[in-house]
């Protein structure tokens, strides 16, 4: 949980950025709109870049082990974020500067591509039966922790500071910071041991030359599934976060401080959201939770444009809560689930893959399809990306039912086969 909190917060402080001060600090001054879509696009870039981290570092995972693997996804994570602090801006050396942001954007995607899957499986693997859906939710419980710590700093920062100071020098803060952080990370990483599961299975039998090859052979349809299965919970973070923020500080004008106090409160609702899914994803099975979870996207998608857009602080932040509230039913199971759907052998590249290919329709497109949108037809179309994001993993968690039958090399002997 708290080395997924550093990397979160790394990721989040990039959201938070873009809403707020990239646009134009980075790009062309065509329009405020325009550059607010090219900041949100070079947020996307990293979702792009996580699902080759995740065949990447899903290679070593299964191969060497999940411990060193998720030390060096720290590593590049940590040094992608820092780079940021020191870049130069669009006003001094052109499109230089874009180029540069998007390529150290890249590196936190591909570093964030090895990380979720690793801890995941880390707590998972390790967990006693009946316990799964809860060790497995501790990786996300280090979302929220990140969030809380990356707009809390910015908050501070926007309190403290002037409006010239913090777009001239107060922005790289916590770009900053974050080496500090990354230290913390590096430290609780490199004091855990490997999996008995891992372990067993290496005992058994040598891992595979490629495991991404024996995945796409024999687990395609398993992918697709859980690929779908965690679209949902990535659309509505992002709704509720990035293009939340933006649209709040501009189309309708609330400070920016305020808006991100409102964040932080609706951010608890989240922490909230996992710890009942997980509780109930073991009294029950993390499968039927998301599917609860999938349910209640499709209908959240209809109130959220319309509280989102409402102008009262009070609907708007009633509707990120009841939104991060909900997500939690969607991103909560996904540690107890998506292990279930995968050999041990190859386990740490599905659901890397999986959740990172899930992440570019979710995560992704969700910002930039929620800009083009509400500038379309207002913010109450939004809503509807989140309605078709809850479809999308409705389908996918009952097509997994149907293709883990199928499925060849099914090792389920580890503990987390009771979460099924």
């Not at 495991?211 to 990535?234: E, Q």
């Not at 050999?343 to 929620?370: E, K, T």
């Not at 800009?371 to 037809?377: D, H, K, T």
Request: contains cysteine; charged residues 10%; glycine residues 12%.
């Amino acid at each position: 949980m708290v080395g997924t909190s550093v990397e979160f917060y790394d990721f989040y402080i990039y959201a938070t950025a873009a809403a707020l001060v990239f646009g134009p600090l980075f790009f062309p001054s065509e329009s405020a709109t325009a550059q607010t879509l090219f900041a949100l696009m070079s947020f996307g870039i990293a979702f792009v870049a996580r699902p080759v981290g995740a065949i990447a570092f899903g290679h070593f995972g299964d191969r060497i082990g999940r411990k060193s693997t998720l030390v060096a996804s720290l590593m590049l994570m940590g040094a992608s974020t820092l780079l940021i602090a020191f870049l130069p801006t669009y006003a001094m050396v052109g499109w230089i500067a874009p180029l540069l942001l998007c390529i150290l954007r890249f590196g936190q995607g591909f570093g964030l591509g090895g990380e979720w899957g690793g801890a995941a499986l880390l707590a998972v693997e390790n967990a006693p039966p009946g316990w799964e859906a809860r060790f497995g939710a501790a990786p996300q419980i280090g979302a929220p922790v990140g969030f809380l710590a990356a707009n809390g700093l910015f908050l501070l920062l926007g309190l403290g500071l002037s409006d010239e100071q913090f777009m001239s020098w107060g922005w790289r803060v916590p770009f900053l910071a974050s080496a500090i952080l990354v230290g913390l990370g590096l430290w609780v990483r490199l004091r855990i041991g490997e999996t008995p599961a891992f372990r067993e299975a290496m005992e058994r039998e040598a891992p595979p030359t490629v495991p991404l090859a024996r995945l796409l052979k024999h687990h395609w349809a398993a992918v697709l599934a859980g690929s779908a299965g965690v679209i949902a919970c990535f659309a509505i973070f992002y709704l509720s976060t990035a293009y939340a923020l933006a649209y709040g500080t501009t189309a309708q004008g609330f400070a920016r401080e305020t808006f991100l106090a409102v964040q932080l409160a609706a951010n608890c609702f989240l922490a909230a959201g996992i710890v009942v899914a997980a509780v109930r994803s073991d009294a029950t099975s993390s499968r039927r939770v998301l599917m609860w979870g999938a349910v209640a996207t499709i209908l959240l998608g209809v109130a959220f444009g319309p509280g989102v857009a409402s102008g009262s602080l009070v609907i708007v932040f009633l509707t990120l809560a009841s939104a991060l509230f909900v997500m939690g039913f969607v991103y909560g199971p996904l540690g107890g689930w998506l292990p279930t759907l995968f050999p041990v052998q190859v386990r740490y590249s599905g659901i890397s893959v999986a959740f990172n290919a899930g992440g570019i329709v979710g995560g992704a497109l969700a910002p930039v399809a929620a800009q083009l949108l509400s500038a379309g037809g207002g913010a109450s179309l939004v809503g509807l990306f989140l309605s078709l994001a809850g479809l999308a993993t409705l389908a996918g968690v009952g097509f997994a039912r149907s293709c883990r039958a199928g499925e060849p090399e099914r090792d389920m002997a580890v503990s987390v086969s009771s979460s099924v």
